[in-house]
């Protein structure tokens, strides 16, 4: 333990920042252990020593965020384990006294303020969330009998709470597309980009590929967009081995046969590709508990801009006209900014709350997926 300490603070952790610290400890231990859990191995209540996770670069959820606390307190943070029971158990399934909790993470204090960790994702970006946590039930442990900074409980008054983390990183799917018309076929130039949480499934499919494989593996995920033949031609990625908050990729393909002729008229569907609301589980007319939205959506925000440009000698008519929806605090918005007459600038914007739906407002939530849906089933339609 004093070994690892002193590799990752060789100037001294009083000369850096809360955050510096809890960003070199997070990287260490997500770089360097690997996420494990044998039954004959480890114990199902104690953590194994930090020792024993340090040399066999193994541990679980509590092996793991033991070590965490136990070299944030050498560099003087601020940190306690915390037990939780993930959201997808529900948030009234339990009460203290109980053993019913399903996972172990985090709690440290950076500049006074609090921040969950989770460490058994090694492509998880620092202090991001998976779904299944945000807003679960927890609790979290003092350290003997100190007070749990920042409510003033103690270890005798110990109190079921929720994981609140309004300062992790924001969950963005962030989409630039440039499209050109080549007679049948659609020419596509993509750049994603996404951030927090989402980052780790980029990481986590395409990180340890071959160049090969990751070229195979994206023909595979475009494809599955279109109903046409779809070639990928070329892809690069960015932030899959770095420990930032953000990882992305680009690629080129063309969509064979994609353009559809009406007579002179000549249209193409809108390649949103990340979708951002849909009807298809939400038949029923009326609900009598709550729908749990954070089981549809991981994400808290779609940023999307799609440029098209129509063949030469050819213009775009009857453009779609730009809507803008709410619900509760989730916000819609889509815009048509024309550029000339063979140019188009389609500005997609969403921001989405994942709280739990109430009865109430189910049938205003099918509403507000409807339009969307409505809104995003457009064709460009362009002529000589």
Not at 7 to 34: M, Q, V
Not at 259 to 265: A, C, I, L, P
Not at 284 to 296: A, G, H, I, L, S
Not at 346 to 366: C, G, H, S, W
């Amino acid at each position: 333990m004093k070994t690892v300490f002193e590799n990752l603070f060789p100037e001294g952790a009083d000369k850096l920042t809360d955050r510096e610290k809890a960003f070199r400890i997070y990287s260490y231990i997500t770089g360097n252990i690997h996420y494990s859990s044998v039954s004959f191995r480890q114990g199902a209540f104690v953590p194994q020593k930090a020792s024993v996770t340090i040399n066999t670069r193994l541990g679980d959820c509590k092996d793991l965020s033991s070590l965490f606390v136990s070299l944030a307190r050498l560099s003087g943070l601020k940190a306690n384990l915390v037990l939780v029971n993930t959201r997808d158990n529900g948030l009234k399934s339990m009460e203290l006294p109980s053993l019913e909790f399903n996972h172990c993470i985090v709690k440290t204090w950076i500049d006074g303020k609090a921040y969950f960790l989770e460490l058994t994702d090694n492509n998880l970006p620092f202090a991001s969330l998976p779904t299944s946590l945000m807003h679960a039930t927890c609790l979290v442990i003092p350290r003997g009998e100190a007070a749990i900074a920042g409510d003033g409980a103690v270890a005798g008054n110990a109190k079921l709470e929720f994981v609140e983390s309004p300062l992790r990183p924001r969950d963005r799917s962030i989409r630039r597309v440039n499209l050109h018309v080549e007679g049948s076929n659609l020419k596509m130039g993509v750049d994603v980009c996404r951030t927090g949480a989402l980052v780790s499934a980029i990481r986590d499919d395409f990180r340890e590929l071959s160049t090969e494989k990751r070229l195979e593996k994206m023909q595979n995920m475009v494809s599955g967009d279109f109903k046409n033949t779809v070639k990928v031609d070329s892809v690069s990625f960015r932030g899959l081995k770095e420990t930032g908050d953000s990882a992305g990729y680009s690629y080129h393909a063309t969509v064979d046969n994609e353009v559809v002729e009406v007579g002179e008229m000549h249209m193409i569907k809108i390649p949103f590709t990340d979708v951002v609301a849909t009807v298809d589980d939400f038949s029923k007319d009326d609900r009598q508990f709550p729908v749990e939205y954070w089981r549809y959506e991981n994400a808290d925000e779609y940023d999307t801009r799609i440029t098209v440009e129509a063949p030469i000698g050819k213009h775009f008519i009857e453009l779609p006209k730009s809507e803008t929806y709410t619900f509760r605090n989730s916000t819609y918005s889509l815009q048509y900014i024309p550029s000339g007459t063979r140019k188009l600038t389609i500005i997609r914007k969403v921001t989405l709350q994942r709280d739990d739906v109430m009865p109430a407002e189910y049938k205003e939530m099918k509403e507000f997926f409807g339009k969307i849906v409505k809104a995003e089933s457009k064709y460009l339609v362009y002529r000589q």
